[in-house]
């Protein structure tokens, strides 16, 4: 039996991520994610997640984030069970975007989380 999911907040993230520790994962749908989204995230949509993708390589940390949270615990789970390392943005991109830090959208523009 897996351990309850690890949840960081927003400022947690962005210091894993900045100091190259981790990977932020933004499991949001395209529109989501064209709308706004953190500057340095990965965008790997929940629709298309492969969990057996060696992309997804065992030795890297993923925070993954979502709108608030639930899509993303669940996608922890999914990569812990099948032996990533992975925790939870805890309250999403809506506490990332409450935080201060910084929203943008395709092109570099100020973006805003839907």
């Known amino acids: 039996m897996l351990e309850a999911v690890r949840e960081v907040d927003p400022l947690e993230a962005r210091g894993l ?13 395209d529109d989501e994610w064209a709308a706004g989204h953190a500057p ?3 965008h790997l949509p ?3 997640v492969d969990f057996g993708d ?9 925070v993954v984030v979502c ?22 943005l ?5 506490a990332w975007s409450v935080a201060g830090l910084p929203v943008t959208c395709t092109g570099g523009q100020p973006g805003t989380v839907i």
Do not use: H, I, Y
């Open 17 to 29: 991520v900045g100091s190259g520790a981790a990977v932020l994962l933004d499991v949001r749908e």
């Open 40 to 42: 340095e995230a990965v």
């Open 46 to 48: 929940l629709s298309a």
């Open 54 to 62: 060696p992309k997804l390589m065992e030795s890297q940390l993923f």
């Open 67 to 88: 709108r608030s949270g639930r899509r993303s615990a669940l996608v922890v789970e999914r990569l812990r069970a099948a032996g990533r390392a992975a925790c939870n």
């Open 90 to 94: 805890r309250g999403g991109m809506q």
